[in-house]
Nanobody
Framework: VQLQASGGGLVQAGGSLKLSCTAS????????MGWFRQAPGKEREFVAA????????RYGDSVKDRFTISRDNAKNTVYLQMNSVKPEDTAVYSC????????????????????WGQGTLVTVSS
């Protein structure tokens, strides 16, 4: 599966941004999907994951209650709605796909994901 992330840009602290990741080349609904981010000089960080059907989600502690992950299997797209953004949310955000069920995949571990998009830069100004 090929993944293409989009929607990044410059946003003021407290604002909102919505990222999209569109898949092609395979049956999108087969994959557990995740978002990760990497800030300059820092390690890659888990942001959110969503089950194949979209019924279950998991979030990193730093984004819980501010970000929402969703998916539209008819459009082969997973979304990340980012609200109340903070300067520390500045990073390159990448989507990823994992084969396997949400409850058997280590969704917070980047090594669980076999396919990655190219990333989209989000910059939050203070």
């Amino acid at each position: 599966v090929q993944l293409q992330a989009s929607g990044g840009g410059l946003v003021q602290a407290g604002g909102s941004l919505k990222l999209s990741c569109t898949a092609s080349g395979s049956t999108f609904s087969y994959y557990t999907m995740g978002w990760f981010r990497q800030a300059p000089g820092k390690e890659r960080e888990f942001v959110a994951a969503i089950s194949r059907s979209g019924s279950y989600q998991r979030y990193g502690d730093s984004v819980k209650d501010r970000f929402t992950i969703s998916r539209d299997n008819a459009k082969n797209t997973v979304y990340l709605q980012m609200n109340s953004v903070k300067p520390e949310d500045t990073a390159v955000y990448s989507c990823a796909a994992a084969t396997g069920d949400f409850w058997t995949v280590a969704t917070t571990d980047s090594s669980s994901y076999s396919y990655w998009g190219q990333g989209t830069l989000v910059t939050v100004s203070s």
